[in-house]
């Protein structure tokens, strides 16, 4: 696989059908936004084992699930809001997934009555600072979403980011690392 190959060099790059744009297109801003979140969320998963072994399992999985996820909305996104034969799409299931998780959560989380501030604990603010990312990407994604196309890939970007929240909460609460 050639890394350089100079096709970018004059500020245009293409998507995965071919079709080439500007760098600066609201597209690339998203693509950008999503591999951000997937990338930040690889760093929180690489700092996290010094969890006790059943949870580093659980937390590595979901968090290996979350970046395939996101690796099919780019694919989504990259090929102008349409799944490639190639890669399965995303679907209400994965949404379901999330929201089962964010209820198993909330039980083990403290009841929320004021603003949180990030900062207590590196894995915490972690978290925090990948739901950041996650509302930016959600926002980019409602910036330039084609009517009727990509309801689900919305409703999971916005699960997500309630999820990333409770999960710094929930560190916030079990170490100040």
């Known amino acids: 696989m050639k ?7 004059k500020g245009f790059s293409g998507l995965y059908n071919g079709k ?18 997937s990338s930040f969320l690889g760093w929180t998963k690489s700092e996290i084992v010094f969890l006790k072994k059943g949870d580093f399992e659980f937390f590595e999985g979901l968090l290996l699930k979350i970046q395939d ?5 780019m694919s989504f996104v990259g090929f102008e809001f ?3 034969k190639t890669i399965s ?3 209400e299931d994965d949404t379901k997934f999330l929201e089962n998780t964010l209820s198993d959560f909330m039980d083990k989380i403290r009841e929320i009555k004021e603003f ?3 900062g207590k604990g590196k894995i915490s603010s972690m978290f925090h600072f990948a739901r950041a ?17 990509g309801l689900i890939e ?5 699960r997500l980011s309630d999820l990333l929240f409770v999960f710094a909460i929930f560190f916030e609460e079990k170490q100040s690392i």
């Open 133 to 149: 990312i996650c509302r930016r990407a959600e926002r980019s994604f409602v910036s330039i979403c084609k009517k009727d196309k």
């Open 154 to 158: 919305l409703i999971y970007l916005n």
């Open 89 to 91: 799409s995303l679907n």
């Open 82 to 84: 349409k799944y490639p």
């Open 20 to 37: 080439r744009l500007k760098k600066s297109d609201k597209l690339f801003s998203l693509l950008g936004d999503i591999d951000e979140l």
């Open 3 to 9: 890394i350089t190959t100079k096709t970018g060099d």
């Open 116 to 118: 949180v501030r990030p």
């Open 69 to 73: 996820d996101l690796y099919k909305i």
